[in-house]
């Protein structure tokens, strides 16, 4: 017997449980289906933090849904009387023609973000742990800090849970058929049915989707924990987070120590080797390895000392590095959120506000205009 729900979200990692969290508070029947573990380490959203800030470089009209992501961050930490949010302030270094320094300025100017420009002397004096190259100016936000990843999804999972969700992990869908009044979702266990669905499959996004020929390339991502030779430099609450533009266009990043995780989180942001999801290899290579001491040996020499962890994240890359936040083009019943590209999980709060509303009004009172499929003129994307 087929069971029904007002709206099934498939994939309940970041985007999928907020979504779950935002349709269950409104009293919404929703169904979350993921394949793996609620919470697992086989995706995107794992590896204990990730950044958030509002001065965003990728494009300023970033900055209207942050500031609404922050909002709701707040609240979610309220509702689940837990904390996920830290705020240390951040700060971003570059060259002053290059992408990071100048889109920060833009995106701060464009949106009267605090912020202040530093010099190359600036960050010599007020953050003497870099040796930056001569010409690096930086910007310096107060807003930016980070998150707890997986905490973070745990606490959407567990307020959608206590708010009437039916949440089934180890349960992958197989095929979904979107009709004229609704769509049947089969899976390895049972047929479901609902008014709508929301596409929140991450890197296995083109083959829930494959009819639509999304050009979504995953990637393979290292992050790694340091122990510092000079530790103390690096604690939460003395140490912000940074980000360094480096000669390929990628950004070196990194989070201060926190006293019940051990180690410097050290990582690069650009598109790493492209995979297969199912196949990707979660060991530590010596390539990896390299990758990993490479920024603090040019950046960062005190965070210098014995490899303690690694794990490896997955991106999913749209085409221009941008989301993609839609309706299904051939069914006013289905919603897609997909190519995050690596910059995505800050945004999980807001982006399940937006696709609870894109699932129950068909649209968002938020601009997410930037980020839907007609950007891509009708090609294939």
Same mark, same amino acid.
């Given at each position: 017997?087929?069971?029904?729900?007002?709206?099934?979200?498939?994939?309940?990692?970041?985007?999928?449980?907020?979504?779950?969290?935002?349709?269950?508070? #409104?009293?919404?029947?929703?169904?979350?289906?993921?394949?793996?573990?609620?919470?697992?380490?086989?995706?995107?959203?794992?590896?204990?933090?990730?950044?958030?800030?509002?001065?965003?470089?990728?494009?300023?009209?970033?900055?209207?849904?942050?500031?609404?992501?922050?909002?709701?961050?707040?609240?979610?930490?309220?509702?689940?009387?837990? &904390?996920?949010?830290?705020?240390?302030?951040?700060?971003?270094?570059?060259?002053?023609?290059?992408?990071?320094?100048?889109?920060?300025?833009?995106?701060?100017?464009?949106?009267?973000?605090?912020?202040?420009?530093?010099?190359?002397?600036?960050?010599?004096?007020?953050?003497?742990?870099?040796?930056? +190259?001569?010409?690096?100016?930086?910007?310096?936000?107060?807003?930016?800090?980070?998150?707890?990843?997986?905490?973070?999804?745990?606490?959407?999972? #567990?307020?959608?849970?206590?708010?009437?969700?039916?949440?089934?992990?180890?349960? +992958?869908?197989?095929?979904?058929?979107?009709? +004229?009044?609704?769509?049947?979702?089969?899976?390895?266990?049972?047929?479901?049915?609902?008014?709508?669905?929301?596409?929140?499959?991450?890197?296995?996004?083109?083959?829930?989707?494959?009819?639509? &020929?999304?050009?979504?390339?995953?990637?393979?991502?290292?992050?790694?924990?340091?122990?510092?030779?000079?530790?103390?430099?690096?604690?939460?609450?003395?140490?912000?987070?940074?980000?360094?533009?480096?000669?390929?266009?990628?950004?070196?990043?990194?989070?201060?120590?926190?006293?019940?995780? +051990?180690?410097?989180?050290?990582?690069?942001?650009?598109?790493?080797?492209?995979?297969?999801?199912?196949?990707?290899?979660?060991?530590?290579?010596?390539?990896?390895?390299?990758?990993?001491?490479?920024?603090? #040996?040019?950046?960062?020499?005190?965070?210098?000392?014995?490899?303690?962890?690694?794990?490896?994240?997955?991106?999913?890359?749209?085409?221009?590095?941008?989301?993609?936040?839609?309706?299904?083009?051939?069914?006013?019943?289905?919603?897609?959120?997909?190519?995050?590209?690596?910059?995505?999980?800050?945004?999980?709060?807001?982006?399940?506000?937006?696709?609870?509303?894109?699932?129950?009004?068909?649209?968002?009172?938020?601009?997410?205009?930037?980020?839907?499929?007609?950007?891509?003129?009708?090609?294939?994307?």
């Amino acid at each position: 017997m087929t069971k029904t729900y007002d709206v099934i979200v498939i994939g309940v990692g970041a985007m999928g449980a907020a979504a779950c969290w935002n349709l269950a508070r #409104r009293g919404v029947r929703v169904l979350g289906l993921e394949q793996f573990s609620i919470v697992h380490a086989l995706g995107s959203s794992h590896g204990h933090t990730r950044m958030i800030r509002l001065a965003y470089y990728e494009h300023p009209d970033y900055v209207p849904l942050l500031r609404r992501a922050y909002q709701l961050w707040d609240e979610l930490e309220a509702a689940g009387n837990d &904390k996920v949010l830290y705020r240390t302030g951040g700060i971003y270094m570059g060259r002053p023609t290059g992408e990071v320094v100048p889109g920060a300025i833009n995106a701060a100017n464009k949106h009267n973000l605090p912020h202040e420009v530093l010099s190359h002397a600036d960050l010599a004096k007020r953050h003497p742990h870099f040796t930056l +190259p001569e010409h690096f100016i930086g910007v310096w936000e107060p807003a930016a800090g980070f998150l707890l990843c997986e905490k973070s999804v745990a606490l959407f999972a #567990r307020l959608a849970l206590e708010s009437g969700a039916t949440l089934q992990g180890h349960e +992958p869908v197989q095929h979904v058929d979107l009709q +004229p009044h609704g769509v049947t979702v089969t899976t390895a266990r049972d047929t479901y049915h609902a008014a709508h669905v929301i596409f929140c499959g991450g890197a296995w996004t083109s083959r829930l989707l494959a009819n639509l &020929k999304i050009n979504l390339t995953v990637t393979r991502q290292v992050l790694g924990w340091l122990w510092p030779n000079r530790p103390e430099n690096f604690t939460l609450g003395d140490f912000p987070v940074w980000g360094i533009e480096q000669t390929d266009g990628s950004l070196a990043y990194g989070f201060p120590m926190m006293s019940d995780l +051990p180690g410097l989180k050290i990582a690069r942001h650009g598109r790493g080797t492209v995979t297969d999801p199912d196949k990707v290899s979660r060991d530590c290579t010596p390539a990896d390895r390299e990758e990993v001491f490479a920024i603090p #040996r040019t950046f960062l020499p005190g965070g210098i000392g014995p490899l303690l962890a690694s794990r490896i994240c997955l991106y999913t890359n749209s085409p221009d590095g941008h989301f993609i936040i839609d309706r299904h083009p051939a069914s006013k019943n289905a919603t897609i959120a997909c190519g995050f590209s690596g910059h995505g999980f800050k945004f999980a709060s807001v982006m399940g506000e937006i696709l609870a509303d894109l699932a129950t009004t068909g649209a968002s009172p938020l601009p997410i205009g930037f980020l839907s499929l007609d950007r891509f003129n009708g090609h294939n994307v």
